[in-house]
């Protein structure tokens, strides 16, 4: 019997592998995982490890390696489970694509794959010793890819700890999407769609240029500054250099909202197999918001581009999830799987933390039910 060899090994940055091997272990949507997405972030950042496997010569699994964040905020591990006793404020090896807000598996899908996780998170645990780091965590994944990682390894926890909103998109865009709601959602889109219009604004989707790149890169850092990103427009611009050179602008789509022949919003969309996902947002400061210029550059509008372009999938991110889900959006839970060092986590602690959030977000949308997703009502018991 032929006795397959398993490699583990780390290179210095995801373009040392073939974009072809590794993009064919993405999953169809997975748009952060994708070699291109994880190459633009070095570009623009500075390069990070990766750590991969191999079976036979043949590469089956990886994943990108970072830090995470010593400021409070979305990659700041103390602020994920606060009331779960663990080591984190320690610094931590952190999965996946930098300052992503989704994870995945990059992983094969064959008959190797369950092997090919175990080594994953093996691997990465003896880089995070080597490093003495407290442990490794992969943040932001959809329940599903969460606890396939987790049963992994026998020491790996599944944590809650965010929410996304998504939407299945009808085969008619905003009008099926209006015409199926309840009794007041429908009210009150068909509203914000006409007052939209009767305040004058109009909407354009346009290709991600150098000139279009311009335009809109104020707006986005502003924006984003507002919520804590000071990184500012020089940042915004290198980032979409960045994603020029290895070809994202091909896969990127921007949606630009006037109101008289004043730029009002954007957003950056990206499309990835058969899902499109809402990246960056921008707003004039200065710009009225009559009309509800956000709803329909984030949610509607997004809607029907992706029904007209056959994309059965969208993704709208982890913000403002009580007016998404008002407008139609489905949440759905992400989870963290992580691997400790040495500490051990209390089981049941993990199941009182993971019950106790998705009870949360139960009662945070009473009126809403119908719009959570069926993977929390597992960790409701």
Same mark, same amino acid.
């Given at each position: 019997?032929?006795?397959t060899?398993?490699?583990?090994?780390?290179?210095?940055?995801?373009?040392?592998?073939?974009?072809?091997?590794w993009?064919?272990?993405?999953?169809?949507?997975?748009?952060?995982c994708?070699?291109?997405?994880?190459?633009?972030?070095?570009?623009?950042?500075?390069?990070?490890?990766v750590?991969t496997?191999?079976?036979?010569?043949r590469?089956?699994?990886?994943?990108?390696?970072?830090?995470?964040?010593?400021?409070?905020g979305l990659?700041?591990?103390?602020d994920?489970?606060?009331?779960?006793?663990?080591?984190w404020?320690?610094?931590f090896?952190?999965?996946?694509?930098?300052?992503?807000?989704r994870?995945?598996?990059?992983?094969?899908?064959?008959?190797?794959r369950?092997?090919?996780?175990?080594h994953?998170?093996?691997?990465?645990l003896?880089?995070? !010793?080597?490093?003495?780091?407290? *442990? &490794? @965590?992969?943040?932001?994944?959809?329940?599903? $890819?969460? +606890?396939?990682? %987790?049963?992994?390894?026998?020491?790996a926890?599944v944590?809650?700890?965010s929410?996304e909103?998504?939407?299945a998109?009808?085969?008619?865009?905003t009008?099926?999407?209006?015409?199926?709601?309840g009794?007041?959602?429908?009210?009150?889109?068909?509203?914000e769609?006409?007052?939209?219009t009767?305040?004058?604004?109009?909407?354009?989707?346009?290709?991600?240029?150098p000139?279009?790149?311009?335009?809109?890169?104020?707006?986005i850092?502003?924006?984003?500054? !507002?919520?804590?990103?000071?990184? *500012? &427009? @020089?940042?915004?611009?290198?980032?979409f250099? $960045?994603? +020029?050179?290895? %070809?994202?602008?091909?896969?990127?789509?921007?949606?630009?909202?006037?109101r008289?022949?004043?730029?009002?919003?954007?957003?950056?969309?990206?499309?990835h197999?058969?899902?499109?996902?809402?990246?960056?947002?921008?707003?004039d400061?200065?710009?009225?918001?009559?009309?509800?210029?956000?709803?329909?550059?984030?949610?509607?509008?997004?809607?029907?581009?992706?029904?007209?372009?056959g994309?059965?999938?969208?993704?709208l991110?982890?913000?403002?999830?009580?007016?998404?889900?008002?407008?139609?959006?489905? @949440?759905?839970?992400?989870?963290?799987?992580?691997?400790?060092?040495?500490?051990?986590l209390?089981?049941?602690?993990?199941r009182?933390?993971?019950?106790?959030?998705?009870?949360?977000?139960?009662?945070?949308?009473?009126?809403?039910?119908?719009?959570?997703?069926?993977?929390?009502?597992?960790?409701?018991?």
């Open positions: 019997m032929l006795c060899s398993i490699e583990t090994r780390q290179v210095e940055a995801v373009d040392a592998i073939s974009a072809i091997e993009d064919g272990l993405v999953p169809p949507g997975d748009l952060f994708s070699h291109a997405w994880l190459r633009h972030l070095d570009e623009a950042a500075g390069p990070r490890p750590l496997i191999s079976i036979g010569n590469l089956t699994g990886a994943t990108a390696l970072w830090d995470g964040e010593q400021m409070p990659f700041h591990l103390p994920f489970f606060p009331e779960l006793p663990g080591p404020d320690r610094p090896v952190w999965l996946g694509a930098r300052r992503s807000v994870n995945g598996l990059i992983c094969t899908a064959g008959p190797q369950s092997s090919t996780l175990s994953l998170l093996a691997g990465t003896a880089h995070a !010793r080597e490093n003495e780091r407290a *442990g &490794v @965590v992969m943040p932001y994944l959809p329940v599903s $890819a969460a +606890r396939e990682l %987790g049963r992994a390894h026998p020491a926890h944590l809650l700890h929410a909103a998504t939407v998109v009808p085969p008619h865009g009008a099926d999407f209006v015409a199926h709601a009794g007041h959602n429908r009210k009150r889109r068909r509203r769609l006409r007052d939209f009767a305040a004058g604004f109009t909407l354009e989707w346009v290709d991600l240029t000139e279009i790149e311009a335009a809109i890169a104020p707006l850092a502003s924006t984003r500054r !507002r919520y804590g990103n000071g990184q *500012g &427009v @020089v940042w915004m611009l290198r980032v250099a $960045a994603q +020029r050179r290895v %070809g994202l602008h091909d896969h990127a789509k921007v949606l630009l909202c006037y008289n022949g004043r730029l009002a919003t954007v957003a950056v969309c990206y499309r197999g058969d899902s499109l996902h809402g990246r960056y947002f921008g707003s400061e200065a710009a009225s918001r009559d009309g509800y210029p956000y709803f329909v550059t984030t949610c509607y509008a997004p809607i029907d581009y992706a029904a007209r372009n994309l059965p999938r969208l993704f991110s982890t913000s403002s999830l009580e007016a998404k889900i008002r407008r139609g959006a489905t @949440v759905e839970p992400l989870a963290a799987v992580v691997l400790l060092d040495h500490d051990e209390d089981v049941e602690r993990v009182a933390h993971n019950r106790d959030l998705a009870r949360g977000y139960r009662d945070r949308f009473p009126k809403y039910l119908s719009s959570l997703s069926r993977d929390w009502l597992d960790f409701l018991s």
